[in-house]
């Protein structure tokens, strides 16, 4: 085709912008013809490049219907890959469009048209009397066409791949965004919930009303930054419920069980057999200093810990073969029990990694007993802050309850 349109048929204006697109489209054609377009080749298959430009239309301010109108047009064209070095252009008419779009009227398609040709997406190539067609030569090789270009679509498709992209991440950042509010405002609830029923003393009534206002307003489309700003405010919010309800508990309620097991077991002959913190043996177990009890020597190998506290496994894809394994599938649990990084930061800092890693396998054994996983482990962080908490006395009432 040695001449295409640049202007618009009647009265349809032509905008400075759309005028200096046209000239740099130009341009880059004739350097990738020219084969100085590096690694620009101009070339995209139709719909990968369809498929990204509907998750990144967003960014381009291109709604759903002028996606369906792009993709009708696209649709004209006879190969599967777009080559932006020459002009690419489809001639349907308004009524064809109007099939391939399911039914969309022709106005409607008018302005979609428009918003592509503004977005910078298609040219218009308009004929003398407006008309869509192609003129063919003696071989059937079209040598005139008048209608839409697709050519600024397939040169944008660097562009339009990165732009997918980067709305995939925002997407997935959104939803853990969500995901973490959603189960603050759970956690925050049932804790609050349970304080009532108890009759526990606190400021309950408060806090059921402080949780009121951040949980209005969570609508599907809220921004990245307000959810974030939600996050931490329900963090805060969460942190004081916790400790109101822990500040509520008598002495004996804050015992329990395993701690009694501790009381006992430390006024006794202590079982050696339990590590808190170390270096792996050449045998598989760990040797460590004991943090309540710093003279003391205990080892405890992988394979009798994943028979004390087996659960740990099910967070794991190919099962725990190692103390990494061990490591990563208790952050992994973490997370599922509600508690937050910073608690889970302070309480290896203060514990160790193995010891803190070992204290969440048995909070998913004790699993409903525990009613604030995230209030318990901050407790035990302060304890072993003060060299006064020992992990063993709990692995002991366990593996007692299993014999």
Not at 2 to 20: D, K, L, S
Not at 321 to 348: C, E, Q, V, Y
Not at 374 to 380: I, S, T, V
Request: glycine share 8%; with cysteine.
């Amino acid at each position: 085709m040695e001449h295409i349109a640049t202007t618009p048929f009647g009265g349809g204006r032509i905008t400075a912008r759309q005028f200096q697109r046209q000239r740099e489209t130009a341009g880059r054609q004739e350097k990738l013809r020219a084969g100085k377009g590096g690694n620009d080749t101009g070339r995209a298959d139709k719909w990968q490049l369809m498929r990204a430009l509907t998750e990144a239309r967003a960014a381009y301010g291109i709604g759903d219907r002028a996606i369906s109108v792009l993709e009708a047009l696209v649709s004209f064209t006879t190969t599967r890959e777009l080559d932006g070095s020459a002009p690419i252009i489809v001639f349907p008419s308004n009524r064809e469009l109007s099939v391939r779009t399911r039914g969309i009227s022709p106005a409607t398609i008018r302005r979609h048209l428009a918003a592509l040709v503004e977005a910078g997406m298609i040219f218009r190539r308009d004929s003398a009397n407006g008309k869509r067609f192609c003129r063919r030569d003696d071989n059937g090789v079209i040598e005139d066409a008048f209608g839409f270009d697709l050519a600024p679509l397939a040169l944008r498709a660097t562009e339009i791949l990165e732009a997918a992209e980067a709305a995939r991440a925002e997407e997935r950042a959104i939803r853990a965004l969500r995901s973490e509010v959603t189960l603050h405002q759970r956690d925050i609830t049932k804790i609050i919930a349970c304080a009532l029923e108890e009759g526990r003393a606190g400021d309950w009534l408060d806090f059921k009303a402080r949780l009121a206002t951040m949980t209005t307003g969570l609508g599907r489309r809220m921004r990245r930054d307000l959810l974030a700003w939600r996050r931490d405010k329900l963090i805060t919010l969460r942190a004081e419920v916790e400790n109101a309800y822990l500040s509520s508990l008598s002495e004996r309620e804050m015992s329990g069980n395993e701690l009694q097991n501790e009381q006992h077991i430390q006024n006794t002959k202590t079982d050696h057999s339990f590590e808190l913190n170390g270096q792996e043996n050449t045998d598989g177990s760990v040797t460590v200093s004991n943090l309540a009890v710093p003279e003391q020597k205990m080892a405890i190998s992988l394979d009798r810990l994943m028979r004390i506290c087996p659960q740990i496994a099910d967070y794991t894809k190919d099962g725990i073969r190692s103390w990494n394994d061990f490591f990563a599938a208790a952050d992994l649990a973490r997370s599922m029990l509600g508690i937050t990084p910073d608690a889970w930061r302070k309480a290896k800092a203060a514990m160790g990694e193995q010891t803190a890693a070992v204290v969440i396998t048995v909070l998913l054994e004790r699993g409903e007993a525990v009613r604030s996983p995230g209030g318990y482990l901050r407790n035990l962080t302060e304890k072993a802050q003060r060299a006064a908490f020992s992990i063993y006395p709990m692995l002991q009432a366990l593996e007692r309850s299993r014999a």
